[in-house]
Structure formats: C-alpha cells, structure tokens
C-alpha cells in the first residue's frame, strides 16, 4: 500500500476501514501529518480536488505546495522520473491530477514516497470512494444497490468498475454505442465475483428501478474537440425529471461536479430533495483526509517502531 493509484489498490476490508477513518477524522483533532508537506501537482485546473486536498493536509497538521503544469513543467521541462525523484527529497507525499495514467504510474516508480491519484484520463478513484462514502453515508451502500451511471464511459466509470471489484454493488452503465469503456475491464469486473455490471444503451431502461442515478459532463477537459458531435450523441441521455421517474423513489441523484446545467442534467434534478452533489464534494475532504493518514501511517511505520534497531534499518532503507 505505498500508493494509491486505484482502487484496486486497496482491500474491501481496507475500504471500509477508509469509512471508519473519515467518520474519526471529522471530529479528531489528531495531526498525523504533523510537520509534513505533500507536494500537489495540478496539470488540468480544479477546484474540489485542489481545495479538499489542500484544507484536508492543513486539517491534519501538514503543509501543502502547490504546483501548476506551467511551473514545472512536468515531462517537457523536466521528465517525470526526475520530477518524482526531486520531489521526494522535499516531501512527505505526492498528489497529482495530471492528463495521462502513464504520469501517474512513472511518477509512482520513482517516487520513494507516497503517490496519491488525483485524477488522470483513465480513473478518479478519490471521488468515487467518495461517492461510496456518499451512499453510505445515506443509507445507499448495501449488497445489490443498483448504480445507474448515464453519460460517458470515462475515467469516474472506470473507477465505479473497480469499485464493482471491491464491493458486491450493480452498476449499470448507460452510453451511447462508441463511448462504452474498455472491455477487458468490464470482463474483469464480470468474472471478479464480487459485483454486477451491465452495459445498456437505453437510458430509460438502465434507470429502471435504480436507487442510484449517476451523471458526469459528457465533455470532459482534453474533448473539447469533439463537443459538438458529443453533444449530439448524448442529448437523448440527459437527466431530467422524467428520466428521474424511472428510478426508485427514493432514489439520488449524484454527479462528480462540475455539472454542465442544461446538458447532462436539468435544474430540477440537481437542486432536488434527491441530489446529495454537495454531500459528494465534501466527502471529497474527509475520505482524501483518510487516504492520507492510511498512507503516511503506512509509509512511516517502520521509523516509528520502538526498537532503535528497527529504526535504524528503516532509516538506511530510506
């Protein structure tokens, strides 16, 4: 558990220790990253990500340093390898949004502290644990919820897919044929035992019965090429309140934020009793708070054991 690049890289049992945590965290005063800096990397702007990153190491006692793309220039000016090497002599940990996966797991490599993903074009797992930490939080995470995501195939999907990996929920992708994700991971996620996906490319009937409903832009930055034809593509999977009536009752409205009002969602379905989107990016705060203390905790055992001798292996180790 060095890093955290997906949430594959954690355990059931170590996800909903993750919930345990947060639920601590809200109220515990304690500074586990006390006198510690986490070094952030933001190659796309952000606004949740940033900020909950940023308040959540203040919160826990550390320092945060923020670095924009056009101040390190990160694999032009400098190469990833080097950049993670550097960064590691400053730093405690490393947090970065960046536009290629392939950054992330370079980074993790040569990184000889934590890396946490925030962001890359193949997943988001901090929101989607989020999101988990979400339905728990309002009584939505039991065995069989059924997650309907309507829009794009992209990287909060793949991240609900490995979700699927970890907790026995249903999710059911709705997209328009050409934006389904990659089909290895829905096989894996099929043949993992744990959860249920399906793949459906009739809105109405992927939100049958849903308690969960689950937008995302159908634009996402680095697509602003093709938002013309996406626009198109996805007008007939736009969540209003009459898709909305397809689902349970009492089912939610959820949505990664930022939302593209009057495209994939209506006013009154994210203004709605039924939306918890601002329940969403808070929880962005304190399930990344849990991220960071399990990592950092997880990192520095080994010179916080009570043998000398144990600390000072671990000391030339590093």
Not at 2 to 10: A, G
Not at 13 to 34: G, H, M, Q, R, W
Not at 158 to 183: C, D, Q, T
Request: proline letters at 5%.
């Amino acid at each position: 558990m060095k890093d955290f690049l997906s949430i594959l890289d954690f355990t059931t049992e170590e996800i909903f220790d993750l919930f345990d945590l947060a639920d601590k965290l809200k109220y515990d005063s304690s500074k586990p990253l006390a006198g510690k800096t986490v070094a952030m990397i933001f190659q796309k702007p952000s606004l949740r990500t940033r900020v909950s990153f940023e308040v959540g190491v203040v919160q826990l006692g550390g320092h945060p340093i923020s670095l924009a793309q056009e101040s390190i220039g990160l694999g032009k000016r400098e190469s990833v390898a080097d950049v993670a090497r550097v960064l590691s002599r400053y730093n405690d940990m490393i947090v970065a949004r960046v536009f290629e996966h392939e950054i992330l797991t370079e980074m993790a490599h040569y990184a000889s502290v934590p890396v946490i993903n925030a962001l890359s074009d193949l997943s988001h797992p901090c929101q989607v644990l989020a999101d988990a930490y979400t339905l728990r939080q309002h009584g939505k995470l039991f065995d069989g919820v059924k997650v309907v995501f309507v829009g794009d195939g992209n990287n909060v999907a793949y991240s609900w897919l490995e979700l699927a990996m970890r907790l026995p929920i249903h999710f059911v992708l709705a997209s328009p044929k050409g934006y389904e994700p990659n089909r290895d991971m829905l096989h894996k996620v099929q043949t993992s035992g744990v959860g249920k996906v399906e793949l459906v490319h009739n809105p109405q009937a992927a939100v049958w019965d849903a308690d969960v409903v689950y937008g995302d832009v159908w634009t996402s930055m680095g697509q602003e090429a093709d938002n013309e034809k996406r626009k198109n593509d996805f007008a007939p999977y736009q969540i209003n309140s009459e898709l909305m009536g397809y689902a349970k009752p009492d089912a939610i409205f959820m949505h990664c934020l930022p939302a593209h009002r009057g495209e994939e969602v209506t006013d009154d379905v994210i203004d709605s009793p039924q939306s918890v989107v601002f329940d969403e990016a808070e929880n962005r705060l304190h399930i990344q708070k849990a991220i960071m203390t399990k990592l950092v905790e997880h990192h520095y055992a080994p010179v916080f054991s009570s043998t000398p001798k144990a600390q000072t292996k671990a000391k030339k180790k590093r």
